[in-house]
């Protein structure tokens, strides 16, 4: 079956560091980008960035870029998105997406982690 | 500008057709997909592009663009087919920018 799965839910303080995980399966979990997308409660759907685990070539969201670390390991099919000092304000589900390239111009998130829900809280 | 923008809310009476538009500068240049997300469930991809469904997406699902708006429409609504509704396209820079999200009642 192809499916990505991500990690459990965290509940950590502002300041505190969070790694979370996406594992890939069923697929060549190297020749696909996966991206990351965040949604804030009762809101909607924000690209964060995605990255290409055959070489773990990186592209940041501008609203994103500095605030998060995408990264891929491929030995063992898994991305992850980190924090180095988490703020209230991050608290949030995050999904990882596996994204199809049709052509130039056609592409879709078309696989999704069952999410992972972040709560940041004093 | 990067932003694209969905209407918030749409209603539709069981068994009729709804469109759902997506505006903004990058879908002159990129397709859209769509994605339906249910209440505590991950986002799914329902079209993209020319009218590309994955496996499993009923045909009622069709999608049209013309210039700067890209439109989701459903064919004979479904009780089912009530969620939200998100597009994606990428702006000038090639960043994925998703749609602001339209909810979509079945009346």
């Known amino acids: 079956e192809v499916q990505l799965v991500q990690s459990g839910a965290e509940v950590k303080k502002p300041g505190e560091s969070l790694k979370i995980s996406c594992k890939g399966s069923g697929y060549s979990f190297t020749s696909d980008w996966i991206g990351w997308v965040r949604q804030m409660p009762g809101k909607g759907l924000e690209w964060m960035g995605n990255?290409?685990?055959?070489?773990?070539?990186?592209r940041y969201s501008p609203s994103f870029q500095g605030q998060v670390t995408i990264s891929a390991d491929k030995s063992i099919g898994t991305a992850y998105l980190q924090w180095s000092s988490l703020k209230a304000s991050d608290t949030a589900i995050y999904y990882c997406?596996?994204?199809?390239?049709?052509?130039?111009?056609?592409?879709?998130?078309?696989?999704w982690g069952q999410g992972t829900k972040v709560t940041v809280s004093s | 500008s990067s932003e694209v923008t969905q209407d918030p809310a749409v209603s539709v009476a069981l068994g009729q057709t709804v469109r759902i538009t997506c505006q903004g500068d990058s879908l002159r240049s990129y397709y859209a997909s769509w994605y339906q997300q249910k209440p505590g469930q991950a986002p799914v991809l329902v079209i993209y592009g020319r009218n590309n469904r994955p496996s499993g997406i009923p045909d009622r699902f069709s999608v049209s663009s013309s210039g700067n708006t890209a439109s989701l429409t459903i064919t004979g609504a479904q009780a089912e087919d009530e969620a939200d509704y998100y597009c994606?396209?990428?702006?000038?820079?090639?960043?994925?920018?998703f749609g602001t999200g339209t909810k979509v009642s079945v009346l």
């Open positions: 994606n396209s990428r702006d000038s820079s090639g960043n994925h920018v």
């Open positions: 990255i290409y685990p055959g070489d773990s070539d990186t």
């Open positions: 997406a596996r994204m199809t390239t049709v052509t130039t111009g056609m592409d879709a998130f078309d696989m």
